[in-house]
């Protein structure tokens, strides 16, 4: 997934010039996280870390490390450049992008791992 981040999640390439709406930042940058989150060898290896989690902590404390929390972590620190412009106010930047992963990730990946669903078409 590390490898995937690198390659899948430019968000730090989605800042809007001084002159573009934040929305379409914004948009941008969650695309690129969904794009990461929904991939489907990602999902297909969350599906196998969640079945190994109890016998094999230490990779799904990797998994969480190198994957789940840099995805945050890059959208954090592009919402805090946003906060820092003056384009957008935000108290707590690591809960608004927690919050705005699982709203755009959240539910189309639970219904592919847990309910067989198929994830949502990748954008071209």
Known sequence: ?????????????CTPPRM??????????????ADLTLDPDVVALQRII???????????A??????????AAALSNWLRLQVK???????DVEEAAGILIGMVA????RAAIF??????????
């Open 115 to 124: 309910g067989g669903v198929p994830l949502p078409p990748a954008r071209t």
């Open 50 to 60: 969640l079945q190994e989690a109890g016998q094999f902590p230490d990779l799904a």
């Open 1 to 13: 997934m590390s490898d995937r981040l690198d390659r899948f999640c430019p968000i730090s390439a």
């Open 20 to 33: 573009q709406n934040i929305e379409t930042g914004l948009n941008a940058a969650l695309m690129a996280c």
């Open 85 to 91: 412009r003056g384009l957008i106010d935000l108290g």
């Open 62 to 71: 990797a998994f969480y490390r190198n994957g789940i929390a840099r995805t």
């Open 106 to 109: 959240g539910a189309p990946q």
